[in-house]
């Protein structure tokens, strides 16, 4: 079973850039697609970017195209690079795997394990 760490959240000022890490570890991370949510309070936990098991397809929530860059690399962390960054990004975020040979998933309930998530402020 794989663990996730998330890191690279804190305070920003609007424009500003952002970048999250979520390191795995245990289990085998070439099977897991990867996703990354944010939550604030209130309300449910939204998609804001999801990856293939192996990089080759990705999936952006509508607020965050154009602007979020989602990635994996093969030393088992996976980045989502913000850019732009708006007060409405201010959010709790947390990375999310889910074993599979195939496909990339954009619904919280698609995904086995998470992390413990990152708190992302960004100030107006």
């Known amino acids: 079973q794989v663990q996730l760490i998330e890191s690279g959240g804190g305070l920003v000022q609007a424009g500003g850039s952002l970048r999250l890490g979520c390191a795995a570890s245990?289990?085998?991370?070439?099977?897991?697609?990867m996703g990354w949510f944010r939550q604030t309070p209130g309300e449910e936990r939204e998609i804001v970017a999801a990856?293939?098991?192996?990089?080759?397809?990705t999936y952006y929530a509508d607020s965050a195209k154009g602007r979020f860059t989602i990635s994996r690399n093969n030393a088992k962390t996976v980045y989502l690079q913000m850019n732009s960054l708006k007060p409405e990004d201010t959010a709790v975020y947390y990375c999310?795997?889910?074993?599979?040979?195939?496909?990339?998933?954009?619904?919280?309930?698609?995904?086995?394990?998470w992390g413990q998530g990152t708190q992302v402020t960004v100030s107006s």
């Open positions: 990856i293939s098991w192996n990089g080759g397809s």
């Open positions: 999310a795997a889910r074993r599979t040979s195939a496909g990339v998933y954009s619904e919280a309930r698609s995904y086995d394990t």
């Open positions: 245990g289990g085998t991370f070439s099977s897991y697609a």
